[in-house]
């Protein structure tokens, strides 16, 4: 099954023998045995029994909440992987590093391509839009990466870059019922940006999942900015990701029709947008049916899940780190 997701508001996540039951007013709503489990997200309010956080724990299922708005809360995690060489190696290269400029170059590299290659797919599929300039823009920001060894002039490439995507993301939607006009995050004010904060919400749950399966520090990082409380690494290994599993997801649900305006509220006071109940089941039935589906690996030459691919990417990563390999290869598929 992989992740469990429990969008019920006002549920009762209990245990039985060997399964994981979701009550609603009474009623099972979710029976599932926690051997089929690697993950659970719990959605809004609910109440999660001490049985069961004591079997995830046990059992090494990481548990995570996310408001109403998509809005990620945080998590609880089973202990850390022992492997103190890893985090030894992360430590060691932290810092303005030649191997620190060399892991954020590859992860705006790949972000980057990731960006110019949904550009460029769109276009091919359409006869009538043109991305030509944009994607040139793109291409010439990612051939300065490789001169660029300042990693403030890095997240320079990665702001231009970014910039230059979501100026003309809007062109990407197809359905005339949707507008994206710029991103907002905290919080999302129109269906669109809610789509992609819940996203990179979810996203965020299972990469940093395989950054304690391999060991890392998920704190360190080294794109991102050292904050009090904030995942660094894990932020910095979505990079790669968001265009190839987020966006790529949230234009199919949109163009496709996937979702309607009714699967939206907007909160009267903070403008705050975000799905309703079953706007929510149909985005993360689609985002487990993303995750699930399978592509070449360019490194690894072999048919993976992009679920599968977050852990390969931390552990490459690792390798790099602790001189197994001479460089970090990010994920970008052509």
């Known amino acids: 099954m992989g992740t469990l997701y429990v969008s019920q508001a006002d549920s009762f996540i209990g245990k039985v023998d060997e399964r994981i039951h979701v009550k609603f007013e009474k009623k099972t709503i979710i029976d599932v045995a926690f051997i089929k489990l690697d993950g659970v997200v719990v959605l809004g309010r609910s109440t999660v029994s001490p049985a069961v956080v004591s079997e995830l724990m046990n059992r090494h299922i990481p548990l995570s909440f996310i408001d109403e708005r998509g809005h990620y809360l945080g998590r609880l995690q089973p202990e850390m992987s022992g492997n103190i060489f890893v985090r030894k190696a992360q430590w060691q290269a932290a810092g303005n590093t030649p191997q620190s400029v060399h892991i954020v170059q590859g992860f ?111 704190f360190l990082g080294y794109l991102h900015f050292d904050r009090y409380n904030r995942p660094s690494l894990v932020l910095d290994l979505m990079e790669e990701f968001r265009p190839l599993v987020v966006d790529a997801l949230v234009l199919t649900l949109l163009n496709k029709q996937f979702l309607k ?74």
């Open 261 to 334: 305006p009714d699967d939206f509220i907007s909160e009267p006071l903070s403008n705050a947008v975000s799905l309703t109940a079953e706007g929510r089941k149909i985005f993360l039935t689609n985002y487990e049916k993303k995750k699930q589906s399978e592509f070449k690996h360019p490194v690894m030459g072999k048919k993976c899940t992009y679920r599968e691919s977050f852990e390969l990417q931390a552990r490459l990563l690792a390798k790099y780190l602790m001189g197994t390999t001479d460089k970090y290869p990010p994920l970008f598929i052509r």
């Open 108 to 218: 705006v590299r790949g972000k980057l391509k990731n960006y110019r290659q949904l550009l460029v797919r769109r276009q091919r599929e359409s006869d009538h839009l043109d991305l030509a300039a944009d994607i040139t823009r793109l291409e010439n920001i990612i051939s300065a990466i490789d001169k660029t060894e300042s990693i403030d002039s890095l997240r320079g490439l990665e702001g231009a870059g970014s910039a230059v995507y979501f100026g003309c993301f809007n062109r990407l939607i197809i359905n005339p019922n949707f507008e994206f006009t710029k991103r907002v995050r905290r919080p999302p004010t129109d269906p669109v940006n809610s789509l992609l904060s819940f996203g990179y919400s979810l996203l965020r749950h299972d990469v940093q999942s395989a950054v304690n399966i391999v060991g890392f520090d998920p």
